[in-house]
T-cell receptor
Framework: ETGVTQSPTHLIKTRGQQVTLRCSSQ?????VSWYQQALGQGPQFIFQ???????GRGNFPPRFSGLQFPNYSSELNVNALELDDSALYLC??????????????FGPGTRLTVL | DAKTTQPNSMESNEEEPVHLPCNHS???????IHWYRQLPSQGPEYVIH???SNVNNRMASLAIAEDRKSSTLILHRATLRDAAVYYC??????????????FGRGTQLTVWP
């Protein structure tokens, strides 16, 4: 069973640009969550997708959007990049419906730098 | 979401036990206590979770106070590979089971050889 993978590993963009980050969930996992982790902070929940539909969003503006595909992959899109968007972006997959014990499996993250 | 309080940092020597505390005085009856850890340059990984009773697994033990307002993650013999940030998280069982995780700043554990 392969783990959660993310691409690219690192990315440098300039203010105002748009970026797409990709995640491949573990096989059979129907839920993916995205988190933003600023330096020295814990991860902050961005949003979650369940069976290809958004299922909850944290305190992030609409320029953060996502997609989940039937093949267990997903994307995080950020428009109009700002300097404060520089962070490590993590995706986590899990199997919904198993109750509170559903473990979330995290990928290694994508380090985004906005200049 | 219910908040947790953890010390910013702790230190231990290799092969000694480590007790990582977490306070959650506003915990509700439906909140599970979860622990994740994040090794350097990696995403977080699940460690253990519990509701009321103490729990053990191959990685650690979780001791939960009788009033559930605090808990302690116990690493029985710390190794250098246990150096990480440890997060104590409360997860609500009500409503959707598609629970998302709300992280604090965690405890940075340093293990000395």
């Amino acid at each position: 069973e392969t783990g959660v993978t993310q691409s690219p590993t690192h990315l440098i963009k300039t203010r105002g640009q748009q970026v797409t980050l990709r995640c491949s969930s573990q096989s059979g996992h129907n839920t993916v969550s995205w988190y933003q982790q600023a330096l020295g902070q814990g991860p902050q929940f961005i949003f979650q997708y369940y069976r290809e539909e958004e299922n909850g969003r944290g305190n992030f503006p609409p320029r953060f959007s996502g997609l989940q595909f039937p093949n267990y992959s997903s994307e995080l899109n950020v428009n109009a990049l700002e300097l404060d968007d520089s962070a490590l972006y993590l995706c986590a997959s899990s199997i919904a419906g198993l109750g509170i014990g559903d473990t979330q499996y995290f990928g290694p993250g994508t380090r985004l730098t906005v200049l | 979401d219910a908040k947790t309080t953890q010390p910013n940092s702790m230190e231990s020597n290799e092969e000694e036990p480590v007790h990582l505390p977490c306070n959650h005085s506003t915990i509700s009856g439906t909140d599970y206590i979860h622990w994740y850890r994040q090794l350097p340059s990696q995403g977080p990984e699940y460690v253990i979770h519990g509701l009321t009773s103490n729990v053990n697994n191959r990685m650690a033990s979780l001791a939960i106070a009788e009033d559930r307002k605090s808990s302690t993650l116990i690493l029985h013999r710390a190794t250098l590979r246990d150096a990480a940030v440890y997060y104590c998280i409360l997860r609500d069982t009500r409503g959707s089971t598609l629970g998302r995780l709300y992280f604090g700043r965690g405890t940075q554990l340093t293990v000395w050889p």
